[in-house]
């Protein structure tokens, strides 16, 4: 199994930032991939960014310019930087993070954590 912690969460004024951080941690040999992705009230799930094992990252457009995903491959880590927050980005923000050991595939998901931008 794959267990995420997740953290970094909190209220913010609008142009604010906040990082998010989830660190993983199981029975895995590798990560394939690590995103984010919010909720929030009233809408479907989406996904904010994304970084795969090589590096490569894509965002939603939404927040392209903004949010920055990076990875601590030594430590299982990824982290969203969140910059020039804004009111629309309010939401509860999942970490996922797909891994895989010989035979086995693993998408896990972290527990959420609140973001508040104020306006």
């Known amino acids: 199994q794959v267990q995420l912690v997740e953290s970094g969460g909190g209220l913010v004024q609008a142009g604010g930032s906040l990082r998010l951080s989830c660190a993983a941690s199981?029975?895995?040999?590798?990560?394939?991939?690590m995103a984010w992705h919010r909720q929030a009230p009233g809408k479907k799930r989406e996904l904010v960014a994304i970084?795969?094992?090589?590096?490569?990252?894509n965002y939603a457009d939404s927040v392209k310019g903004r949010f920055t995903i990076s990875r601590d491959n030594a430590n299982n880590t990824v982290y969203l930087q969140m910059n020039s927050l804004k009111p629309e980005d309010t939401a509860v923000y999942y970490c996922?993070?797909?891994?895989?050991?010989?035979?086995?595939?693993?998408?896990?998901w972290g527990q959420g954590t609140q973001v508040t931008v104020s306006s």
């Open positions: 970084i795969i094992s090589g590096g490569n990252t």
């Open positions: 199981g029975n895995f040999f590798s990560i394939n991939t």
């Open positions: 996922n993070v797909r891994a895989q050991r010989p035979g086995v595939f693993y998408d896990a």
